[in-house]
């Protein structure tokens, strides 16, 4: 059964810094991997999803990158802003059409 | 943009209730789910929807759960008989086509608060 795990749960870092953020799943024969946000009182929104044939995506300030073998994903946000406050989701699907398994999340904080 | 609209936002019930969350799909969209997040847990698979059937369940959703797309353009979640520990936050998503995990807008959620 697949577990997706984030460290750490929580992240505060001052404005400009860039930050890296965690995550690693059990197995390792994913269909994909997704970063996600979420805002409070808002859904969930995709930031990048990255197929298991690839190792990195990017969009603007965001790199996630993926390394199936040691089963472990990074989302990577460069020069942050006090509005990239958020939770960030990490989630994994098994197949094409399959539901997707999330992790619980790392709640990030930018000091303005 | 086109978005996936969620009614109510929140929803407070007496245990034993009967609730109807609703949801409005992207409209030319085909695939239909709902999850749930417990406060302080992993948002979770529910139930996906395909077709006027449903595809897959998760352990979750037993006989008190159950689904429906009445007139079309609604999606709507149904607990018959809430417990304290549904009380958690309802997601609906949609997605236009069979890669349904590449392309999944989410609602905004429905609070459900049980007590």
């Known amino acids: 059964k697949q577990e997706v795990t984030q460290i750490p749960a929580a992240l505060s870092v001052p404005e400009g810094e860039n930050l890296v953020l965690n995550c690693s799943f059990t197995?390792?024969?994913?269909?994909?991997l997704q970063w996600f946000r979420q805002d409070p009182g808002k859904g969930l929104t995709s930031l990048l999803l990255?197929?298991?044939?690839?190792r990195e995506q990017t969009s603007g300030r965001l790199n996630a990158s993926l390394d199936k073998s040691s089963g472990r994903s990074t989302l990577y946000i460069a020069a942050s802003q006090p509005g990239d406050s958020a939770t960030y989701l990490c989630?994994?699907?098994?197949?094409?059409?399959?539901?997707?398994?999330f992790g619980k999340g790392t709640r990030l904080h930018i000091l303005p | 943009e086109p978005e996936v609209t969620q009614t109510p936002s929140h929803q407070v019930t007496q245990m034993g209730q009967e609730v109807i969350l609703r949801c409005v799909p992207i409209?030319?969209?085909?695939?239909f789910y709902w999850y749930r997040q417990i406060l302080g847990q992993k948002v979770e698979f529910l139930v996906s929807?395909?077709?006027?059937?449903?595809?897959?369940k998760s352990e979750i959703f037993d006989d008190q759960f159950s689904v429906e797309r009445p007139d079309g353009s609604n999606f709507t979640l149904k607990i018959r008989s809430t417990k304290l520990e549904d009380s958690a936050m309802y997601f609906c998503?949609?997605?236009?086509?069979?890669?349904?995990?590449?392309?999944?807008?989410f609602g905004s959620g429905t609070q459900l608060s049980v007590l």
């Open positions: 197995d390792s024969a994913i269909y994909n």
């Open positions: 990255i197929q298991s044939s690839q």
């Open positions: 409209s030319n969209h085909l695939y």
């Open positions: 989630a994994a699907a098994m197949n094409r059409d399959d539901k997707i398994i």
């Open positions: 929807f395909y077709n006027n059937e449903i595809s897959e």
């Open positions: 998503a949609s997605s236009p086509d069979s890669a349904t995990n590449e392309k999944l807008f």
